[in-house]
C-alpha cells in the first residue's frame, strides 16, 4: 500500500487560508468516506484535528475544515495563526483492516 | 482521563531483541484497538497494525508482517511492540495510538512516543 500524497510544504501569512491536498486512489480516498488529518507540532505526538473526511473532535477549532472530491482529500486552515505552524498528515482507511497514511505537509506561518 | 504510557527510550545493538510497550488507563482497555506508528528519523508517519486486547486479534500493515510482532496482555491494560532481531533502519520513534472517542481506524489518543536507537 502506498503511501497517500501530500505537498511536502505550504505556507500562508497570519490572517490567510491555506489547504493541503491529500491524493490517494479509487482504492483508499476514493472508496472511503474515513478520511483523518492529523497534525504534530515538532518533537510532540500527532493529534487528531479532523476525522470522517470532515468531523473535527471536541477542542479543535472550527478553523479547520476537511473536504473530499473524488480521490483527493483537503484540509483548509482559514485565519492561520503562528500556533497553526506544524506538520499535518491525512490517513485514510484502505480496507481489509488496513490504514495508511500521507508523506506529511510542513506548514509555514510567515 | 485516557492516557496510553509507553515504555522509555532504548539503545539497542544489530541483531538485539527488543519488546517496548504502551499500558492504557482511564478506559475500558479491552474494548478498543491500538495501534503502533512508526516515524523515522525526520520522516512521516507509518501505520504499522492494530491489535484488539480482547482476544489479541492482530491485523499487520503489508510493509511490517514478519517484521515485528504486536501482542498485548489485557491483565495489566498493556501492548507491546516486539523485535526479535533488530537492524539499523528500525532506529526510528514508535507511537501507540487508539480510537477511543472516534471508530477504531482514526486515533484520537497517543503515547508520547518510544524512541529507538539502533547502532553498533
Known amino acids: 500500500q502506498s503511501a497517500l500524497t501530500q505537498p511536502r510544504s505550504v505556507s500562508g501569512s497570519p490572517g490567510q487560508s491555506v489547504t493541503i491536498s491529500c491524493t490517494g486512489t479509487?482504492?483508499?480516498?476514493?472508496?472511503?468516506?474515513?478520511v483523518s488529518w492529523y497534525q504534530q507540532h515538532s518533537g510532540k505526538a500527532p493529534k487528531l484535528f479532523i476525522y470522517?473526511?470532515?468531523r473535527r473532535p471536541s477542542g479543535v477549532p472550527d478553523r479547520f475544515s476537511g473536504s473530499k472530491s473524488g480521490n483527493t482529500a483537503s484540509l483548509t486552515i482559514s485565519g492561520l495563526q503562528a500556533e497553526d505552524e506544524a506538520d499535518y498528515y491525512c490517513?485514510?482507511?484502505?480496507?481489509?483492516?488496513?490504514?495508511?497514511f500521507g508523506g506529511g505537509t510542513k506548514l509555514t506561518v510567515l | 482521563e485516557v492516557q496510553l504510557v509507553q515504555s522509555g527510550a532504548e539503545v539497542k545493538k544489530p541483531g538485539e531483541s527488543l519488546n517496548i510497550s504502551c499500558q492504557g488507563s482511564?478506559?475500558?482497555?479491552?474494548?478498543?484497538?491500538i495501534g503502533w506508528v512508526r516515524q523515522m528519523p525526520g520522516k512521516g508517519l507509518e501505520w504499522m497494525g492494530l491489535?484488539?486486547?480482547?482476544?489479541?486479534?492482530?491485523k499487520y500493515s503489508p510493509s511490517f508482517q514478519g517484521q515485528v510482532t504486536i501482542s498485548a496482555d489485557k491483565s495489566v491494560r498493556t501492548a507491546y511492540l516486539q523485535w526479535s532481531s533488530l537492524k539499523a533502519s528500525d532506529t526510528a520513534i514508535y507511537y501507540c495510538?487508539?480510537?477511543?472517542?472516534?471508530?477504531?481506524?482514526?486515533?484520537?489518543?497517543w503515547g508520547q512516543g518510544t524512541q529507538v536507537t539502533v547502532s553498533s
Open positions: 495510538a487508539s480510537g477511543i472517542i472516534t471508530p477504531w481506524y482514526y486515533f484520537d489518543s
Open positions: 482511564g478506559y475500558s482497555f479491552t474494548s478498543y484497538w
Open positions: 491489535i484488539y486486547p480482547a482476544d489479541s486479534d492482530t
Open positions: 479509487s482504492s483508499d480516498v476514493g472508496a472511503y468516506h474515513y
Open positions: 470522517d473526511v470532515n
Open positions: 490517513s485514510s482507511y484502505v480496507g481489509s483492516f488496513t490504514l495508511v
